[in-house]
């Protein structure tokens, strides 16, 4: 899934231009190419689909050249994460109906992709088990991700804990408050929502005509020119006429099977830029510095990003996020980060859509 | 006088690039074209000297392009004020013994060009009273500012108050610290030195003469080849050799009767960051804006100045100097303006000489 804005990573994350087609990390990829290249070991290049925007098409193509137009699965209007999973479902049901299929998003950060791969593996093998082929019972399978601290900007998972690797799901929370966060961590059974989501194909589509009648209904009826030259036609006409909805809201709430696989590795959403700065490595001042070179004084706890070499020199700025674009500079203090949508609509109403 | 680096102007200002041919201001003229206009209301073009470092022959060959070549002074070494002003003295009397000479640094602000003009016609009307073209005194002319508060960066002219519009100087003080600078004030007769000097050739070649004879010796040696092509190779040779002195210090501060016009007009000597914020309008939350468009929260008291159109979104910055280029982005408190030389000496360091 490539779909997203990214607003919250503004100035760097733009409409034409969002975070997942960046190498926001410095890490020598961006985070898409990153999250191709950590599924592709577990799955054939050519069973990967690229759910995204229409306008994101050329971004795509340039980073992940590998994969052909027929796999990129161009949404014209966001619908938010149902739609295009029900979609993808189908086109993977139609070419391979007892398919087990992953979604992921392309934003996050995964730093031991050993154990990713593991977690991963645990959940193929609960789906591949022999009652779920049957269709006997839907199950749903989640990664949660261990919580570290009571974030209050994450979906919380509570399970029934149990020997099993694959733990039965009670129920979701999504963005508690800070002292329901703290009593989530201190009970133990709960993890983060990391969007990370593992069935079989039968089983998400048999759900989806359940628990989303239309949604199923308009996109179903797409199953003669799926993997087809007509699918795009198609996409274009029905996608808009879908429902608004995420995964999570129209069917892992109302799952009877949903299941989670307690992951070992460490995971961020990459949410905004304070989820950079916890990432990566800082320098003896506790600077996040990305691309740039440094010369600081009396300044602490900022995370600069600009573009590579480009020489910053700072004097008594303390826990600030400092980003520099070619045609934007934006400097504010790291507790702000959420205030960053507003920035970025105001540059929007008062200079224009161009710039984010 | 062009030939200065500026450096307390970093990043802005460079040694490949120095303050005097940018438009600091963003007036829309750089600062040397806009010295060479306010000076070319008075001066004809054809009379005017530019005194700077080989290394921006270009430059001056850019900004001022009505400058011919042979009125471009090219000093092959940094010898501060007195030695160039001697140079020019010697190639202007070699055409026109009788001039009056008027020296004026490049990098200068004056908003007021008709009071300037006024004030030096006072100074030149001075110089050409029949007394002083006889020679019979050496009658030296500096233009006083009013002093408009106790500024320690500057240095101080004590006169003799007199009905005269031109007063008799008794003693130069540079840089004296909050406690003098506030009774210079508050007595009254004190003005500030803006390093624009008015004298006849004859006048100052003598003075040079008399208190800088090993600098008059080697430069006067070149008579026979000023304003001829042999000229550039003269300098190059021998300019290298003479003593590294201000005029200030070298002639005024000795010179018999030295005067000064109290001048009426508003000046500032750009002399580094505070000095373009205090000149400059201020937005409705007192910051300065140069070049760029700023959207600003909970952020007062900065100067912003980037390329044209860059958009800056500042939040809960307060006081500071914000100055992006290129390659290079400066963010410092206004207070500490000072450091700004220390910091440029540990990017020099650090990272080479092409970015100081």
Redesign the interface.
Known sequence: MAGGVGSRFW?LSTENFPKQFHDILGAGQTLIQKTFDRLAQLVPDENILILTNERYKTLVNEQLPMVKDSHIVLEPAMRNTAPCILLAALKIQKTNPNAIMVVAPSDHWIEDEASFSRDLDIAFNACNSSDVKKGEDDLLVTLGIKPTFPHTGYGYISYSDSDQNVKKVNAFTEKPNYETAQKFLAQGNYAWNAGIFIWCVQTIVDSFEKYLPEMYKILSGGMPVFNTNHEQTFVHEEYPKVENISIDYGILEKGKNVNVVPATFDWSDMGAWCSLYDKKEKDSDENVVIN??M?S?NSSGNLVR?KD?????????KD?V?V?RE???????KE?EQ?VKI?RQ??KD??GNN?V
């Not at 070499?309 to 700025?317: A, E, F, N, R, T």
């Not at 045609?327 to 203090?333: A, E, H, K, R, V």
């Open positions: 100035p740039a070179n010369i004084k600009t070499g480009k020489i910053v020199v700072l004097h008594s700025l600030f400092v520099d045609d934007i500079l934006l400097i504010m203090p702000k205030e920035l105001e540059v008062k200079f710039l």
